[in-house]
């Protein structure tokens, strides 16, 4: 069974930064792209980066040059550097992967940790 878990989160002031990473663990045999979504209440998931298991990312308009997204493929593990915070990035982040186990592909996500910007 496969798992990701996320940490990182919590409250942050306006143009501060904050990290969060997420380590996908259990029985993988591949791991290809990996991202983070956000969620606020009311709304839908939305894509905030993405990166490849070569390294390639892509970002949402509304954090390019803000944000980074890295990962380390010998721990499975994706990250999301956010600096310049602005209180519009509050909500609740989630990780996800797309990851082969015994043979079978299917996409993962992590539980959630919230992000609030706030002074």
């Known amino acids: 069974q496969v798992q990701l878990v996320e940490s990182g989160g919590g409250l942050v002031q306006p143009g501060g930064s904050l990290s969060l990473s997420c380590q996908a663990s259990?029985?993988?045999?591949?791991?290809?792209?990996m991202a983070w979504f956000r969620q606020v209440p009311g709304k839908d998931r939305e894509l905030v980066g993405r990166i490849t298991a070569d390294s390639r990312s892509n970002y949402a308009d509304s954090v390019k040059g803000r944000f980074a997204v890295s990962r380390d493929n010998h721990k499975n593990t994706v990250y999301l550097q956010m600096n310049s915070l602005k209180p519009e990035d509050s909500a609740v982040y989630y990780c996800n992967a797309a990851i082969q186990t015994r043979g079978s592909w299917r996409d993962y996500w992590g539980q959630g940790t919230q992000v609030f910007v706030s002074s």
């Open positions: 259990g029985t993988i045999f591949h791991v290809a792209d």
